[in-house]
């Protein structure tokens, strides 16, 4: 059963993302310097997310912890947001941003289909323009898939790229992976140029070999009694719970704030951070 509280705390994390793109920008290489003051683990460390996961880390990347990456998404333009990690290469060309939801065990056995799940987005795009007007945000369109949702049951990841488009005509790409663990799902949100995502996503991929839930959270370390989410596969392209939520009655109206979110999610830190850092 979902309260109204969800509802509000749904939407302060909308706004949150969002806020970026009308924050003023300082000079790129204090900016760059502030940044790259940061305490970043380096390798040999290791990343901990949270309790739940770690990352292996190399010579070309760099972690932030949950304290670290709340000062990070602030020097983004972003209000502070807890239990985010950061990973990126030391180049800062990408980052990805990890979160861990503690929603239970996914079920991975359902057939996606990207036509109905494209269908669904675009919906809640067109919900959440209004909402976005009103609340002053830039209008992303969403043109359709820059990679189709595809799940591979090894690795236990859902990906999916989102390509929306902006009022002045400029391409944001969403990229994004779920990992499904035990007793919930991490994402990992990479953040990219859109003119370099191929590359990206290759060292994205890459890192993520590095990546592993600790023990006793790994996906097959499922045992019966143990929470099990009442959604699959195409809810966590859609919004998740919330989304389940939404279509149920449960928690009318809550479509508009779910498109601004899944639509438009890290997208306005992506453009302002390629500007910052786009390579030579």
């Known amino acids: 059963m979902y309260r109204p509280k969800s509802r509000v705390s749904f939407c302060v994390a909308a706004c949150a993302l969002l806020l970026v793109a009308s924050s003023p920008v300082s000079a790129q290489s204090d ?21 739940v996961a770690r990352i292996n880390l190399t010579d070309d990347l760099r972690f932030l912890d949950d304290v ?13 947001r807890n239990n985010n990690f950061t ?19 996914v079920r991975d056995d359902e057939r996606l289909d990207p036509d109905g799940l494209l269908k669904s987005l675009k919906e809640q795009n067109a919900a959440s323009i209004e909402e976005r007007r009103r609340l002053k ?3 992303l369109r969403l043109e359709g898939w820059a990679v189709s949702p595809h799940y591979d049951t090894e ?13 002045r005509g400029d391409v944001v790409v969403n990229y994004t992976i779920r990992i499904l663990g035990r007793s919930g799902v991490m994402s990992a949100v990479l953040v990219s140029d859109p003119h370099d995502l191929d590359i990206d996503v290759k060292q994205f991929k890459t890192a ?7 023990q006793g959270e790994r996906y097959t370390e499922f ?58």
Do not use: C, M
Request: glycine share 14%; no cysteine; charged share 20%.
């Open 223 to 280: 045992r019966q009694g143990d929470r099990v989410a009442q959604y699959g596969l195409a809810a966590l392209i859609v919004g998740g719970a919330a989304a389940a939520a939404a279509k149920s009655g449960a928690l009318k109206g809550l479509v508009k704030i779910i498109g601004i979110v899944v639509i438009g999610g890290l997208a306005a830190i992506g453009g302002f951070f390629a500007k910052l850092f786009r390579r030579s």
């Open 208 to 214: 993520l070999r590095g990546f592993d839930f600790v």
């Open 31 to 51: 900016l760059a310097k502030e940044i790259n003051s940061l305490p970043w683990v380096v390798f040999p460390s290791v990343g901990n997310i949270g309790t």
């Open 87 to 105: 990973l990126a290469p030391r180049a800062l060309s990408w980052f990805a941003v990890f979160s861990f939801d503690r929603s239970g065990y």
């Open 137 to 139: 945000l830039p209008i």
């Open 155 to 167: 690795t236990r990841r859902l990906e999916w790229g989102t390509r929306l488009l902006g009022d």
């Open 68 to 80: 670290n990456t709340r000062r990070f998404l602030e020097l983004n333009g972003n209000p502070p």
